[in-house]
Nanobody, 115 residues
């Protein structure tokens, strides 16, 4: 069973930076893509950023040029570098790993941005 463990969440002031980490239980290049989703209070979970096995990155419009996704295969880790955060970025951030037939989720890490 694939396990994904997020860390790095917390309270940050608007304009600040935060880096989230997602450690996978297996080789991250086994997946077609890995990414980060956010679920804000009262809203559906939505994509923040993902990166496919070939290295192509994809970002939600709301985070372009502020957030960056990266990965370290040796550490089986995917990162989300969050810069210039604002209160609208508040939510639970979930790590996701996708295969053609199924996907896996971490438990999430809370990010709260204060104004």
């Amino acid at each position: 069973q694939v396990q994904l463990e997020e860390s790095g969440g917390g309270l940050v002031q608007a304009g600040g930076s935060l880096t989230l980490s997602c450690v996978a239980s297996e080789n991250i290049f086994n997946f077609n893509a890995m990414g980060w989703y956010v679920q804000a209070p009262g809203k559906q979970r939505e994509l923040v950023a993902d990166i496919n096995v070939g290295g192509k990155e994809n970002y939600a419009d709301s985070v372009k040029d502020r957030f960056f996704i990266s990965r370290d295969g040796a550490q089986k880790t995917v990162y989300l570098h969050m810069n210039k955060v604002n209160p609208e970025d508040t939510g639970v951030y979930f790590c996701n790993a996708r295969l053609p037939s199924r996907q896996y989720w971490g438990r999430g890490t809370q990010v709260t941005v204060s104004s």
